[in-house]
């Protein structure tokens, strides 16, 4: 009778590695985790130090968990995906627990060009359905861009590139902007 076997199988109880290989593996079965989250994961669930070592470093190992592809991966999709600048995307990596040195590594990735151009886009895009006076404009796209990690020049010479290339009016604006002077009152603030 194989249902009696399936029975018996199914009532013997589980090693804690086993516990801790199944939620490892079904965390990673809905996105890409770093070493750290899933230690958290495991950690919650009551699972003993040394075997949350044991099976992470053995998926390390094999490859089923890898921070350097996870923040490149995460660095790509969040700068191309969401516009996110080197900062923002170097702050949620740290929130997911990623090494500094593997962070620095996959925000190369993102030069200053790449984050210009993107700055640029976001503002162009944004630009289109903004309604207000230049300054207001400007002073939400600048706001808008610096909640995405940009540093105060890189915001400030997209925002006034975009209003000259809009309407007279803007580009009346846009040449009284001096973005190296307002991006170091900028700095001088934070």
Known sequence: MSGDG????????????????????????????????LAKVLARKEISEEVIAEVLDRYDEVGIIDDAAFARAWVSSRHHGRGLARRALANELRQHGVDAEVATEALEAVDDDAEASAARALVDRKLRTARGTPDQ????????????????GTAIRAVKDALAARDEE?????????????????DALS
Do not use: H, N, W
């Not at 290989?21 to 985790?33: G, H, N, V, W, Y």
């Open 6 to 37: 399936d029975g018996a199988a199914a009532e013997q109880p589980r090693s804690e590695s086993e516990v801790a290989r199944e939620i490892c593996l079904r965390q990673l079965a809905t996105r890409p985790r770093t070493r750290v989250e």
């Open 137 to 152: 404009v400007f002073r939400r796209l600048v706001g808008m861009l610096a909640r995405k990690g940009y540093p105060a």
């Open 170 to 186: 803007a580009a009346e604006f846009a040449d009284q902007i001096d973005p190296d002077a307002m991006a170091s009152d900028q």
